[in-house]
Every structure is written in structure tokens, then in C-alpha cells.
Nanobody
């Protein structure tokens, strides 16, 4: 089970930190991803991180502004979002993939992820 939190309303240029808490005892075997869906749009990739937290990959639209991190001791993945823009407004979802046997350290493909949170709303006003 994945539970996102930290969404809200913020002005353009502001910051938010999203959290995604996972239940279970093998969190360190999962790579994680953040995705988002704006009204009228398809869900899109935002960022992903390897199971040990050592490797990350970002969508071009957020590179340099967002940072994904993973704390295996707390079973939590974070998305620090800085310099927010109105076009970042969306529902943000975290997702998990059991990766013990996986050859890839992470993935930007939604189809790879078996577990999804319920989403948290982020609204950026201009």
C-alpha cells in the first residue's frame, strides 16, 4: 500500500515536498516512480529512483527543479518540487515496482509499476 501526502496550493515559484509512505518489509527491493495527471491529459512520468536510492532519472520538464529521494529506513519516497509553475498543476501519484530480479535500476514506463497510490493534488497558482 502506498500513501501520498504533501500536496496543496502554492504560488508560482514556490516549493512543495511530496511524501509516499509504503507498507511492508521489503521496501528496499522496490524501485519507485512519481507520475502526474493534469485535467484533460494522460498520466505522465515525472521521476524515478532505484531501489537503493543511488540512481535517478527525470522528465525533461522537471529536470533541475524536482528531486526524488528514497529513505529505505522510513519506507518513504519523496519528491521535492522547487520553482513550481502553473503547468505543474496535477494529481501526483507514486508507484512501486518489485525489482529484486529486475535488470533495470528504474523505469519511466507506467506499465512497469504494479503498485500505485491514490494520488495527491498539487495546484500552482500564477
Amino acid at each position: 500500500q502506498l500513501d501520498e501526502s504533501g500536496g496543496g496550493l502554492v504560488q508560482a515559484g514556490g516549493s512543495l515536498r511530496l511524501s509516499c509512505a509504503a507498507s511492508g518489509r521489503t521496501f528496499s527491493y522496490y524501485y519507485m516512480g512519481w507520475f502526474r495527471q493534469a485535467p484533460g491529459n494522460e498520466r505522465e512520468f515525472v521521476a524515478t529512483i532505484s531501489a537503493n536510492g543511488g540512481s535517478t532519472y527525470y522528465a525533461d520538464s522537471v529536470k533541475g527543479r524536482f528531486t526524488i529521494s528514497k529513505d529505505n529506513a522510513k519506507n518513504t519516497v519523496y519528491l521535492q518540487m522547487n520553482s513550481l509553475k502553473p503547468e505543474d498543476t496535477a494529481i501526483y501519484y507514486c508507484a512501486a515496482k518489485y525489482a529484486y530480479w529486475d535488470t533495470k535500476p528504474y523505469s519511466a514506463e507506467q506499465s512497469e509499476y504494479a503498485y500505485w497510490g491514490q494520488g495527491t493534488q498539487v495546484t500552482v497558482s500564477s
